[in-house]
Structure formats: structure tokens, C-alpha cells
């Protein structure tokens, strides 16, 4: 798949392992790029841990502003296609798929998502409540080149993901 996920973490490691987890047991053939903003010690525990994942993973350290950790990197994504997220947030890789082949046979189209699911989980327990099944809201457009629309996006973030 040529996609990027861009994850960008700070001294949550066992968010993103479990992230990372997810991804492995789904066999994504895309690439995985942390922005980890965590300090020296758990960004070295972090580029430890990954190791053991058979996922093509790139790991940059940053001072830690999501949107601005993204800017830092954005020029070293090398896929076709890009996507962000948190480190406690999933994609489904059939809907990334699915989005890819939208992009690919409409060149009028820029980036798509699908639907979303916000789950209620009230702390500590056990019984979880769809509350907003439906598409989810995401920013316009309308702005004139890919690099407009690119700012756009990172300066009003909308979350195509989901969390756990």
C-alpha cells in the first residue's frame, strides 16, 4: 500500500506499542512514521521497543507540538499517499485501501474519508456506547494548491481515526 501514517507520540509508550500491535496483526504494508517528542530516555526505549515489529517503521525525534512535529517531517514521507493520526487512534487498512483506489481513479478529488465512529467510554467502565455513527466532520478543500490545502489541513485538524 502506498500510504504513510504519520504518528506523532510524546512519553505514551504503551499507546503506541499497542498501536503498533494492531498494525502488525493486520499485516499493513503501508509505512509507519513516528514523530516522538518524549524525552531522551523513553524516545531510546521507544526506538528499543519498535524493533520488534515486522512493519517498515521510521522514527524521527521532535520537540512536541503534534501539528508542528508533522510540519518537521512532512518532507521526508515518500509514498504517494498520507495520512495522520494519534498514538491511540486506528485506521482500518481496507478503508485506507478503499481511499487510495477513490484518489487514484479521480484526479478531481484531493483526500477523502469514510465513516467514523465516536464511542462513549466512560471512565473505568465497562460498557460502551456508539454515540455518533455517521461521516465525520473533516475540513474544505477549496484553497488553490496541494501545498494550501496542506497547511489547511495541519492548522485545522480533523481526526479521520479512530481511538481507543
Known amino acids: 500500500m502506498d500510504i504513510s501514517i504519520i504518528i506523532p507520540t510524546k512519553n505514551r509508550i504503551k499507546y503506541l506499542l499497542r498501536v503498533l500491535k494492531y498494525y502488525e496483526n ?17 524516545y531510546k526505549e521507544i ?42 487512534d486506528y485506521q482500518i487498512p481496507q478503508g485506507l485501501q478503499k481511499s487510495i483506489n477513490i484518489l487514484d481513479s479521480r484526479v478531481d478529488i484531493i483526500g477523502c474519508h469514510g465513516i467514523g465512529l465516536i464511542i462513549q467510554d466512560p471512565i473505568y467502565n465497562k460498557n460502551y456506547k456508539i454515540t455518533d455513527p455517521g461521516l465525520y466532520p473533516g475540513p474544505h478543500t477549496l484553497q488553490d494548491s496541494p501545498y494550501e490545502r496542506l497547511i489547511y489541513q495541519l492548522e485545522n485538524y480533523a481526526c479521520p481515526s479512530f481511538s481507543v
Not at 499485516?27 to 530516555?41: A, C, H, P, R
Not at 512493519?55 to 515518500?78: G, H
Open 26 to 42: 493486520l499485516k499493513f504494508n503501508g509505512k509507519i512514521i513516528l514523530v516522538d517528542g518524549s524525552s531522551d530516555e523513553k
Open 47 to 88: 526506538c528499543q521497543n519498535i524493533k520488534i515489529f515486522k512493519l517498515d517503521i521510521e522514527i524521527y525525534k521532535s520537540s512536541f507540538v503534534p501539528l508542528l512535529a508533522i510540519r518537521e517531517i512532512i518532507d521526508k514521507v515518500n509514498t504517494k499517499y498520507v495520512t495522520t493520526m494519534g498514538d491511540d
